[in-house]
């Protein structure tokens, strides 16, 4: 094995071997560490981080799998890659010993990295690399590339079961009573900026959005509570100079309401673009 005179950084580690480690042990947590040690082929999931590190051991050895538990700074040290799928006001704790040491950092947390300009800081001075999948989302592919020209609106319309919002900040402080919607209620506008402070658990989509494109100030959120559904549904509607476009996807909630199950599919299909020899999208 090549020695490295400095912690190793994307450069220095081959792409087609990358260690993994991921922090959280939830619901897409171990989504995750199932998936990418079954299904893709150049990913190893080597250590994992966990609130509960006896009940996380007993986890991995009923599911089969060989990683060991670790804490934030042991994770950053052993793996190429750390996927934070933990909850967000443990972002800065699981991302800084990662960033300083020149590694990537996967993170579901978008939301909170709106509040810590730092972490992104860091990632320039040390070569690291943040890194936010597609999650729940769909089309930032063409926002981004909508936004290699001029971008003149975003505005995305989140419906969710009443449920899907339960124990958000903005729904507690502004008493609505979520067991009482009875029809499909409208209980926020505001920008992405706005909308990842009232909904920190809920709405991490909002804020990729607006990064992939014209920035959470500019880019315009609706959050309804809807009894209707039984999905979490997200509408995106771009207008700009090179294309005007609307997109809507309607996810499986996973164990958790807050999450879809695509959210965790999403970060095992940035992983094997990592490995593989083709590559589709941008």
């Known amino acids: 094995m090549r020695a490295f005179s400095h912690p190793p950084t994307l450069s220095d580690v081959p792409m087609s071997e990358l260690s993994v480690g ?4 939830g619901t897409v947590g171990k989504e995750l560490a199932q998936r990418l040690t079954r299904d893709v082929e150049g990913v190893s999931v080597v250590a994992v981080s966990a609130r509960d590190q006896s009940q996380a051991r007993s986890w991995l050895a009923d599911a089969a799998l060989s990683a060991d538990v670790v804490d934030f700074d042991e994770l950053a040290l052993r793996c190429d890659i750390v996927i934070e799928c933990a909850p967000a006001h443990l972002l800065s704790a699981i991302a800084t010993p990662v960033l300083r040491c020149g590694k990537e950092l996967i993170t579901l947390s978008a939301g909170a990295l709106l509040n810590s300009p730092e972490l992104i800081e860091l990632a320039e001075a040390s070569g690291g690399r943040i890194t936010i999948p597609s999650g729940a989302l769909l089309g930032l ?138 590559q589709v999208g941008s």
């Open 22 to 25: 991921i922090a959280g042990l």
């Open 141 to 278: 592919d063409a926002v981004g590339a909508a936004a290699e020209g001029e971008i003149k609106t975003v505005e995305m319309t989140t419906r969710k079961p009443p449920g899907g919002l339960a124990g958000a900040p903005y729904i507690e402080q502004s008493n609505i009573d979520l067991d009482a919607v009875a029809e499909p209620t409208r209980v926020f506008r505001g920008t992405a900026r706005e909308a990842a402070h009232g909904f920190p658990a809920n709405v991490n989509v909002a804020v990729a959005l607006a990064l992939a494109g014209i920035g959470p100030d500019r880019t315009m959120i609706e959050i309804w509570a809807d009894p209707t559904l039984t999905r979490n549904t997200h509408r995106i509607d771009v207008s700009s100079d090179v294309s005007d476009f609307s997109m809507t996807i309607e996810n499986v909630p996973s164990e958790n309401p807050r999450t879809g199950r695509i959210t965790a599919l999403s970060v095992v299909s940035l992983l094997r673009k990592r490995v593989a020899v083709l």
